[in-house]
């Protein structure tokens, strides 16, 4: 099973940066850089589907994940 899920960056007015994973409710973080958002929210979403998966709210099998981060402007 392929799992894509897009994350959303945004700068917040303080400067800190925000990612969140669209497609997983809650999965949402703050970074000091764009690249430090991304990191610490797809650690985060892979502590979520692991869980999800553990729980078996996900079909067996082999799992494949990737993300798609989106920069805003």
């Known amino acids: ?26 999965v949402m973080v703050y970074g000091s850089s764009a690249d430090d958002a991304l990191a610490k929210v797809q650690a985060l979403a892979l502590r979520v589907i692991a869980d999800r998966i553990e729980h078996g709210e ?7 994940v990737s993300f798609e981060p989106s920069v805003a402007a």
Not at 3 to 18: A, K, T
Not at 58 to 64: A, E, Q, R, T, Y
């Open 58 to 64: 996900c079909p067996s099998g082999p799992v494949s």
């Open 1 to 26: 099973m392929t799992m894509s899920y897009r994350v959303e960056i945004d700068r917040e007015e303080d400067g800190r940066w925000l990612a969140e994973v669209v497609e997983l409710a809650g």
